[in-house]
C-alpha cells in the first residue's frame, strides 16, 4: 500500500510521519504524475486558498479532481474545504468530489483554536481527541454522506462518502493513529 500526501502546504510531514509509524509507504506528493501508483492520498490541512492557488500553479486541479473520483482520499481542515462541492464562494479552487457544504473557517480567528473529545461512528475505544485550528464545518449533507461526528452543538466535523473521508479537525497533531489506520482500512477495501 503506498499513500501520498499533498505536500503543497501545511501539515503534510505530520501526516507522513502518522503513516509511516502504521508501517504504510507514505510519499509527498506535489506534481501530477506523482499521483500515478498511489493508493490513496491526504490533502491536509493549511490554509485552503493557498492550497488552491499552489494546485492551479503546479497544474493539479484536474488530475486530484479525477484521482478523488476513483481512489481513496481523505481531507483535513484545509483538505475538507478542498474536497467539499460547495463553500459558499466561487473564487477558490476546489475539488467539487465529496457531496458536503462546507463553512470554510467557522470558528473564527487562530485565537478561537481549540481542543475537544469526539465520539467517532465506528472508532472504537476511547474518545478521539480533536485539534480545531481555524477550522470548517460541514453545513450540509447530501444522503450518499455518512456523518462519522460532530460537536455538543450539533455542528458536523467529520464525514465519509464511500472512499472519500474528511475531518475538520488535525488528527496529524495527536498521538492517536486510529483516524490514519481507518483510513488505511478504506484503501485495502478499494484494493481487495
Known sequence: ?????????????????MLRRLGVDAVEVR????????????IPGGESTTIGKLATAYGLIAPLRRFAQSTPTWGTCA??????????????????????????NAFGRQIDSFETDLEIAGLAGAPFHAVFIR?????????????????????????RQ?????????????DDLRLHSVFCDIVKETLA
Not at 31 to 42: A, K
Not at 141 to 156: M, Q, S
Not at 162 to 174: D, I, M, N, V
Open 1 to 17: 500500500m503506498k499513500i501520498g500526501v499533498l505536500a503543497l502546504q501545511g501539515a503534510f510531514i505530520e501526516h507522513i510521519k
Open 162 to 174: 464511500g472512499r472519500l473521508l474528511a475531518t475538520a479537525f488535525h488528527p496529524e497533531l495527536t
Open 79 to 104: 483538505g475538507m474545504i478542498f474536497l467539499a462541492k460547495d463553500i459558499g464562494i466561487d473564487e477558490q479552487p476546489i475539488l467539487g468530489a465529496m457531496d458536503i457544504t462546507v463553512d470554510r
Open 31 to 42: 506534481l501530477p504524475h506523482q499521483l500515478d501508483q498511489l493508493d490513496g492520498l491526504i
Open 135 to 159: 477550522a470548517p464545518v460541514v453545513t450540509a449533507v447530501e444522503p450518499e454522506v455518512d456523518v462519522l461526528a460532530r460537536l455538543d452543538d450539533g455542528r458536523i466535523v467529520a464525514v
